[in-house]
């Protein structure tokens, strides 16, 4: 099935670091969500973004819808061991109901 | 408030067995979606339902089917089970309408043999 590219696909920090990853699409979307996941759960909404250029904040996460509307970025600052987890995009495009998920960035945080 | 609840949690049924997976939605959710999970992927998308109606549908076989029910809960049938039907299965609700954000209920985990 169809999946957005994510990257990095994992990432091993350590705790206190700051962490980057992002989301790229060859369509054009008019919402971005990101989520986190950790075993045997669903997956958790973190933030929603509507807007071209948009950057949101949900305590240590930040996102970003970028400009181009085929992509989105997601910041982690200060991790923690907690943020331990697998963290997805989704998008979605205009007139269409379903959203299309990302591949996945691993994270392992190292106290 | 609760969330988006799923039944069962576990399922292991045999090839060529059907099966029915539950979901109801976070109260006032009048949309439901389905996704399929495989180990090491992220979800993709079966169904979604609004009102009672289908309003979506991914690119999975006819054996797949799923209806919403007047109070908004949703089933999922899956018939003539393959082995590569083994995934986790979730259920997400949201609002439409005035957000799309989309919360996953904790899965059912089906395993095929």
Redesign the interface.
Known sequence: ?Q??NQSPQSMFIQEGEDVSMNCTSSSIFN?W?W?KQEP??????LI?L?KAGELTSNGRLTAQFGITRKDSFLNISASIPSDVGIY?C?G?TSG?????????TRLKVLA | DAG?TQSPTHLIKTRGQHVTLRCSPISGHKSV?W?QQVLG?????IF?Y?EKEE??R??FPDRFSARQFPNYSSELNVNALLLGDSALY?CASSLEGT?????????T?LTVT
Not at chain 1, 40 to 45: A, C, F, M, T
Not at chain 2, 41 to 45: A, D, E, K
């Open positions: 099935g999946q957005l919402t969500l989520y045997g759960e669903g997956p958790v909404l929603a509507y997805f989704a979605r269409t109901y379903k959203y299309i998920f990302g591949t996945g | 988006v979606s996704y992927q992220g979800p993709q998308f979604q609004y309003r979506g991914g690119n979730l957000s799309y954000e989309q919360y996953f209920g904790p899965g985990r």
